[in-house]
């Protein structure tokens, strides 16, 4: 079973950035479609970006547009989620999650059923 590791977070003020890293241990992620999702104290989970199999296209939350990138590297089996700007609002746990798609897709969707495998989440705190 696809077991997804992330790593990255942690304190930064406002302002600053972080790079979160999403990787796979056992099996290798091509051929999966990969999103972020975060959840903050007492809100329900929102999707922050997600990226095609093949990193061909990227899908990228309002919220967020502007500010954060998601990118893939399939040789090392990583997905990566790049931050910048960070607001004390964007303060959550984020999770790395996957799907194999029985076709190559040329999009991605920020709905959380669409995804059967997810990480443990690693948290980020932005606060000066």
């Known amino acids: 079973q696809l077991q997804l590791v992330e790593s990255g977070g942690g304190l930064v003020q406002p302002g600053g950035s972080l790079r979160l890293s999403c990787a796979a241990s056992r099996f290798t992620l091509d051929g999966y479609v990969i999103a972020w999702f975060r959840q903050a104290p007492g809100k329900e989970r929102e999707g922050a970006a997600c990226i095609t199999s093949r990193g061909g296209s990227t899908k990228v939350a309002d919220s967020v547009k502007g500010r954060f990138t998601i990118s893939r590297d399939n040789v090392a089996n990583t997905v990566y989620l790049q931050m910048n700007n960070l607001k004390p609002e964007d303060t959550a746990i984020y999770s790395c999650?996957?799907?194999?798609?029985?076709?190559?897709?040329?999009?991605?969707?920020?709905?959380?059923?669409?995804?059967?495998?997810w990480g443990q989440g690693t948290q980020v705190t932005v606060s000066s």
């Open positions: 999650a996957a799907y194999r798609p029985s076709l190559i897709s040329s999009f991605c969707v920020l709905y959380s059923g669409e995804y059967d495998y």
